[in-house]
Nanobody, 126 residues
């Protein structure tokens, strides 16, 4: 089990930028990722990053706009969000894969995530 705490959400105008952070309580390096859930919609995968940080993946809807990264020395993961759109408005969750261990450069599928933060709200105004 790993405790995850998100920060960095807020209100921004369309076209603006935000950077989300996720601090992990454990010094074990887990596969980590970001998900989001808009009102009335199911939670969806946004981006994931391997334990080493060398392998990443992101949803088509955010490719070329969002960048996921991590600093293992600080046990922290980031999501840089640029060119934000009103449809990016959602509660953004940090997630980790703690139940299983993977090689450092491997990125498993989105169904493997089993630890979740409380979420940070991102609101993009038009």
């Amino acid at each position: 089990q790993v405790h995850l705490v998100e920060s960095g959400g807020g209100l921004v105008q369309a076209g603006g930028s935000l950077r989300l952070s996720c601090a992990a309580s454990s010094r074990t390096f887990y596969v980590m990722g970001w998900f989001r859930q808009a009102p009335g919609k199911e939670r969806e995968f946004v981006a994931g990053i391997s334990r080493s940080g060398r392998t990443t993946d992101s949803a088509d809807s955010v490719k070329d706009r969002f960048t996921i990264s991590r600093d293992n020395a600080k046990n922290t993961m980031y999501l840089q969000m640029n060119s934000l759109k009103p449809e990016d408005t959602a509660l953004y969750y940090c997630a980790a894969v703690a139940r299983r261990s993977f090689s450092s450069d491997f990125l498993p599928g989105k169904d493997e995530y089993d630890n979740w933060g409380q979420g940070t709200q991102v609101t993009v105004s038009s």
